[in-house]
């Protein structure tokens, strides 16, 4: 649907955007993350044809965004990082205005109305924006992007000053819109991320660092899983066990949690899953498991050393 291929922005000597390349297919929800000043919202504006790109290219279901901008542009809704509002205007007047000025083809009355109650601003139609809570003022701007129903939204830091319930209710809004539509979400907020996101593009100083679903990233950037167990007996006898498990890198006593339990953490490799075997292994040598779980880092653990990474390094994920 989305196709970015060696997207680069320059301003004067400095890569604003660096070489980035991926594909974002129908009805996924992509996660775009960085620090503030990665090149997020540079990218975001490229993809929009709202600025142009130094070289590259992006595709918007089959239409390039600078050759064919009329057709790629048909295709895309947009809400920007500031919601392009006029404030004087009620909300219903300013909806029929953006319809007008989109030239959308469905019938007028209709869509507004479906699009209003989809986003849940149909009590406030008739009030002036600038009266508007944050709140409310980001979901029109959520209202002006689907006009048009249009395939593809890219949506730029959607919940940047909204309080916890607002977040909440924008975050089941953004997932209710990629049952019908691609998504790009741009943000900082790891927890946004990983709460909406299918799958999450990592960007830092201009260049892209990783490309992984949410649920494996931690484990594409290390190339191996961890699991975290609390084992009952001898401390020699459940290290011998578990070290040979086939996949098994290595383990790690963390801290005893009784005079006859401890805390172990088992590496693995990728591709492999160690669960039934490290449950046999433990009861042939009658040692019982009192608990195990995932032991991968962090999605914020995961950020952090993506971001600290050499930038020459091999982008994580391996999709382009």
Do not use: W
């Not at 595709?59 to 809400?79: F, H």
């Not at 009266?131 to 593809?152: D, E």
């Not at 190339?223 to 066990?241: A, F, M, P, W, Y």
């Amino acid at each position: 649907m989305v196709e970015v291929k060696n997207l680069t922005k320059r301003y004067g000597k400095i890569k604003a955007v660096n070489d980035i390349s991926f594909t974002v297919e129908a009805g996924e929800i992509l996660g775009f993350l960085g620090p503030n000043g990665a090149g997020k919202s540079t990218t975001m504006n490229m993809i929009t044809g709202y600025i142009s790109s130094t070289s590259g290219t992006v595709t918007v279901d089959g239409y390039d965004i600078l050759e064919n901008p009329k057709e790629a542009k048909s295709k895309i809704g947009y809400l920007p990082e500031i919601p392009p509002l006029y404030l004087d205007m009620t909300v219903i007047k300013y909806l029929e205005f953006m319809f007008d000025l989109k030239k959308v083809s469905l019938p007028k009355r209709e869509h507004i109305s479906e699009v209003m109650k989809l986003v849940k601003i149909t009590e406030v139609q008739d009030r002036i924006i600038k009266n508007l809570s944050k709140g409310y003022k980001q979901r029109v701007g959520f209202a002006q992007a689907l006009l048009g129903n249009p395939p593809v939204l890219i949506l730029d830091e959607p919940t940047v000053g909204l309080d916890p319930k607002q977040i909440i209710e924008i975050r089941t809004l953004i997932k209710n819109l990629g049952k019908k539509h691609t998504v790009i979400f741009s943000s900082h907020v790891l927890s946004e991320i990983s709460a909406t996101c299918d799958r999450i593009i990592v960007i830092s100083n201009g260049t892209l660092v990783a490309d992984a679903k949410t649920s494996e990233l931690s484990t594409s950037i290390s190339g191996e899983q961890k699991l975290s167990l609390e084992i009952e007996g001898s401390q020699n006898t459940v290290l011998d066990g578990l070290k040979n498990i086939q996949g098994v890198i290595r383990v790690k006593k963390q801290k005893d949690t009784s005079d006859t339990s401890s805390n172990y953490i088992v590496e693995y490799q990728n591709g492999f899953d160690i669960r039934r075997e490290v449950f046999n292994a433990m009861a042939r040598n009658n040692c019982p498991i009192l608990s195990m779980q995932s032991g991968n880092e962090t999605l914020e653990e995961s950020f952090l050393r993506l971001i600290s990474q050499d930038q020459t390094q091999k982008t994580i994920g391996g999709r382009k």
